[in-house]
């Protein structure tokens, strides 16, 4: 079993809904990450936590809105999102910077918006 | 210049036969090249990783080739196991960007019994 928890594992959402995905770990990683990806393409980076402070962002439309509320949790929601947003979302955590220290992955939330 | 050429798409090869993927990268600062497998249904999970300080990298029946002259890198998967049915994909990333892998754009391997 995957270290990294996410939450729920399928979601349907319409246009105008808001929701939220989960991210859990336990591993005491101080980075956290959130990728999308597509069916039979590499996950594409979104945002980068580290010291849950928000480090990086792969200029992403603001209808996604991460956050990160302390080191173990992080929550990416969603609000006005498009059915090209109908995507496998996965969250990462690692102990640092990715040279030197691996991504965990975890088995993600794949999202459809109606 | 911060792609990562990955070949081939798909992938088909007999049990116990030698899978080979292949990948390219133009950046010369990229310092760092996991690969990541990925089941259907799962997140990818991290494989085997090398530097470019050394020229190739063996875990178990999965080894890297790296060929810093060339900007190029394999895997290879000696007999190969109807387990091993997955998407594979490189990665790089460089000491500037340290949060951030390039991943190529994935192979999906199919080992038949």
């Known amino acids: 079993d995957t270290e990294v928890t996410q939450t729920p594992k399928h979601l349907v959402m319409g246009m105008t809904n808001k929701k939220s995905l989960k991210c859990e770990q336990h591993?005491?990683?101080?980075?956290m990450y959130w990728y999308k990806q597509k069916a039979k393409k590499p996950p594409e980076l979104m945002f980068v936590?580290?010291?849950?402070?928000?480090?990086i962002n792969e200029s992403v439309p603001s209808r996604f809105s991460p956050e990160c509320p302390n080191s173990s949790l992080l929550n990416l929601h969603l609000h006005a999102l498009q059915p090209e947003d109908s995507a496998l979302y996965l969250c990462?955590?690692?102990?640092?910077?990715?040279?030197?220290?691996?991504?965990?992955f975890g088995n993600g939330t794949r999202l459809t918006v109606t | 210049q911060q792609q990562v050429k990955q070949s081939p798409q798909s992938l088909i090869v007999q049990k116990g036969g030698i899978s080979i993927i292949n990948c390219a990268y133009e950046?010369?600062?990229?310092?760092?090249f996991p690969w990541y497998q990925q089941f259907p249904g799962k997140g990818p999970a991290l494989l085997i990783a090398i530097r470019p300080d050394v020229s190739e990298k063996k875990e178990g029946r999965f080894t890297i080739s790296f060929n810093k002259s060339a900007k190029q890198f394999s895997l290879h998967i000696m007999d190969s196991q109807p387990g091993d049915s997955a998407t594979y994909f490189c990665?790089?990333?460089?000491?500037?960007?340290?949060?951030?892998?390039?991943f190529g754009s994935g192979t999906r391997l199919l080992v038949r019994p």
């Open positions: 990462a955590s690692s102990r640092g910077q990715a040279k030197n220290s691996p991504l965990h």
């Open positions: 591993m005491g990683h101080r980075a």
């Open positions: 990665a790089a990333s460089s000491g500037d960007s340290s949060y951030k892998l390039i």
């Open positions: 936590y580290s010291y849950e402070k928000l480090s």
């Open positions: 950046n010369t600062a990229f310092d760092y």
